[in-house]
Each structure stands twice: as C-alpha cells, then as structure tokens.
C-alpha cells in the first residue's frame, strides 16, 4: 500500500513547525508516525505536507522537575517506559509496556498519540488518571491544557489550528498514592477494547483521594468519577473496590460498540478492568 | 524531492526520494536489499523489521525521509563474511523457520532484545517477538534459536 504523493519536511524548532502548519492549512504533523503513515497507506489521510518534528531536541527529552515530570512530545514510548523518573508511577510503565510491540514502542510517541486521540489508545486514560497537563504551542503562544479537558471525542482534541503538543506535565506522586494501568485488549492489534488507569491515595486506611479513567470505552476517554466517589473515605479493602467497580460506565454516557464488543459486555469489562486496576493500585491483586 | 543520506550496513547513501517512499521499499527497490520483506504492509506482522540507529522498527510503516541521518542495519549486515551472526547461525542449528519469510524480521527483533537483554528468559523472549508473526513454526524452534544465539554470545563474551 502506497500513501498518495505528499511533500515532507523536516522542521528544526518548534517555532518552525508552527510557521509551517499555520501556511499549510493540509499539512499534518508527522512524529513517530505509527498512526498517521498506516492511514495514508489506507488513504484515510492524504495532507499535502508533513512537518516532522520527531527530531528536534526540545520536544524529546524526560526530566525531573521536582514536583513533577515533564515528558517532551516526541519522546517515544520506549524512551519512557526505560526512564528513571517515571519508574515509580506504574501506571505510566504498565500502559507504555503494553502499547503495540517492541519496534511500534521504537518510534511512536507519546505527544502523537495523545494529538491522535485514538479513542482506545493507552495514554489518555493514564494522563487522566495522573492528573496530567498538556503543553501546547501555536501561533498564540503557549498554553497548558488539564488532561480532562483535553480528550474532547472521536479522534478530538483540544488543541486549535496551528497548535502543537510540546510536553506532557505529571504530577510527582504523593505520598501514599498509587498507580495502575490494567486493559483488555484487542489481540492482534494490542488497542484497549477497555483500558482502565487509576491513581488511589491512601491516608490511614482510608481511600483520601481517587481517580479512575477509562479508554476504549466511549467515544474519548474519560474520568468515572462515579466510581472515584464510591471510593472516598472507604477503607482499601476487595469489598470496597467491588462495590465501587460496579459503578463504572453508568449513566449518561455513550458506550462503543464494535464486533469485538456488543455495549453492555464492554460496560461489564469496564466493571471487571476497574476492580482490576484498582486492586492492582492497593496491591491486593 | 527530499534528499536523504543514510548509512546502511556500514555504506553510505545518499538519494532524491518521493516524500511517500516508505523506507522498506527505499531498502528494496532502491537499494537492492530484499531481505527485508513486506508481509502484511499494515504494521502487524515484523516481516521488514530493521534496525534505525540500533532500534528495532517496522520498515513498512515509516517513510525513507524520515531515515534521513540515520544508521540503518538490516538483515544483510549481519554476518562477519561468510561467517553467520548467531542468531542466524541459532536459526540455522535450531530449524528455526519453515518457508523463511518472517526469518529476517524475527532476527532483526531478536537483536535488538539481546541488545539489552543478553540472557532472556523464554517468556521475555515470546514477549520480545510480539511484534512479529511466523505462520509455519508455532515459534518453539524461534525461540529456541534466540536461545542459543544468546548461549553462543554469552560464551564468547565471557
């Protein structure tokens, strides 16, 4: 399969890559590329122009911040699953580890894949559950973008015309919270048919504080925070995650269904995924 | 056109390419290297797995242009002269392949596992072939030939 004819150019700076997207208003952005070349393979996309940017040096770099860390945009997911700074944020390294394969893991990059908004990839449900920021430039300047605000729909970000993803802010972990990633996947593709990240502070016993995000399974992914609620001021108990479990994918929201997954055994993995993450986050897996 | 330069195998080369040429057929059509293959052509399957700058990556599904300034290795620069690299050298020893076509891919991948795993385990090296499918063997003798590969260069290394 051949992409249709398409000029490529590589930007040096970020500044650049926005002049260039700003006059080319088909051009996409091009970083790993393990989304976008296999759907101009499939002609699904055809832009004009891609503006690589995998290799400018101040979108690829992971460090600590002190109270945070900061993941620049085309940092791979290879580079971030092998990185001291996030190690301890398990969430992070059980997602990234099982994202594609070895040599997807190689090229494609956490700034494309969140950009992408792939409504089953890994990451989003992981951002959402760390409470992390987006970094984004344009030709206003910059900004920062709260995850929950970022994942707007099907293939649907925040981000405007002209805007990049530049970096990824985490939040250091504090003391006595958790982190999981736990997913049923589509077995040749490796997508989450349901993907669920959580992020549980315990605090003498009791749940202080919790975050339970899910992807695959609505058209975005997203916060339950009806069972984040079932959670608070419970003790960390099998009881008490069952019970909160069994809330999620409840109310208004809309569930995918597909021929993997008919809506109401997606809504019931979204249950199990959610007992599973969370028990894995209190270690009582 | 784009112009890239690129080291493959140890030469360099430098070409005009179409902004669209994916780098498998750049390694293929252009530069006479057809032991890398195209098997699925949807990122699936490792058929065209190389090494860019010592990474294992599907060919298939990245453009030449994006290998500009790179360090490609492929299956042909492997062997030392007439003298095997072991995992080929394993593949051989172990009956690692049937019909041969994902071989190449599956030996790209290994490499690179046993760049920075030199002594897997069987798991993590059934985990390290994830990314890429053998219809003939059921992938016990692949991992066998990973196994001896990985034997064969902790000896000589020690």
């Known amino acids: 399969m051949i992409p249709s004819s398409v000029d490529y150019t590589r930007a040096s700076s970020v500044t650049e890559a926005i002049r260039l997207l700003t006059d080319n208003p088909d051009a996409k952005i091009l970083a790993g590329g393990h989304s976008l070349i296999p759907a101009m393979k499939l002609r699904l996309n055809a832009p004009s122009l891609l503006i690589d940017i995998a290799r400018i040096p101040e979108l690829r770099f992971i460090s600590d911040e002190g109270d945070k860390v900061v993941i620049g945009a085309a940092s791979t997911h290879h580079d971030i699953i092998s990185n001291e700074a996030v190690q301890d944020m398990k969430a992070m390294i059980e997602a990234g580890e099982l994202i594609g394969d070895t040599q997807v893991r190689n090229m494609g990059t956490l700034g494309g894949s969140i950009a992408h908004a792939d409504p089953s990839a890994d990451w989003p449900a992981v951002l959402l559950a760390l409470g992390a920021s987006i970094q984004v430039q344009g030709p206003n300047g910059e900004r920062s973008i709260a995850a929950n605000e970022f994942f707007l729909g099907f293939f649907m970000t925040a981000l405007d015309e002209g805007e990049i993803v530049t970096a ?11 982190t999981a990633y736990r997913k049923f996947m589509q077995p040749a593709s490796r997508f989450a048919i349901v993907g669920c990240g959580v992020s549980v502070t315990v605090e003498g016993g009791l749940i202080k504080d919790a975050k339970v995000a899910f992807t695959g399974v609505s058209d975005a992914a997203f916060l339950d925070e009806g069972v984040a609620a079932a959670l608070i001021e419970q003790p960390v108990t099998l009881e ?11 109310g208004d929201i809309h569930i995918n269904e597909d021929h993997f997954s008919s809506q109401a055994y997606r809504k019931h993995l979204a249950k199990v995924y959610a007992k599973r993450a969370l028990a894995g986050a209190c270690g009582l897996d | 056109m784009p112009k890239i330069t690129v080291t493959v195998n140890g030469t360099s080369h ?4 179409e902004g669209r040429l994916l780098l498998v057929h750049y390694l293929r059509d252009t530069l006479h290297l057809t032991g890398t ?6 990122s699936s399957c490792g058929a065209c797995t190389i090494h860019l700058d010592g990474k294992a990556v599907k060919s298939c599904s990245m453009l030449a242009a994006q290998a500009d300034g ?33 071989t190449p891919g599956m030996i790209m ?3 690179d596992l046993l760049s920075h795993n030199p002594n897997p385990s069987e798991q993590e090296i059934r985990e390290g072939l994830e990314g890429n499918i053998c219809r003939c063997t059921g992938y016990h003798n692949i991992v ?5 590969a990985a034997n064969k260069s902790l000896v000589v290394s020690e």
């Not at chain 2, 290795?73 to 994902?102: D, M, R, S, V």
């Not at chain 2, 066998?144 to 001896?148: C, L």
């Open chain 2, 109 to 111: 991948c290994a490499a």
């Open chain 1, 168 to 178: 990824i802010h985490i939040p250091k972990l504090a003391e006595g919270q958790q």
């Open chain 1, 240 to 250: 008490t995650i069952e019970a909160a479990a069994n809330a999620a994918a409840e």
């Open chain 2, 37 to 42: 293959h195209v098997g699925c052509d949807t």
């Open chain 2, 70 to 102: 790179s360090t490609i290795t492929t299956i042909e620069g492997l062997a030392t002269g007439n003298e095997l690299h072991p995992l080929q050298e394993g593949f051989k020893e172990e009956h690692g392949l049937q019909c041969g076509f994902c």
């Open chain 2, 144 to 148: 066998r030939a990973i196994q001896y």
């Open chain 2, 14 to 17: 430098t070409s005009e390419v």
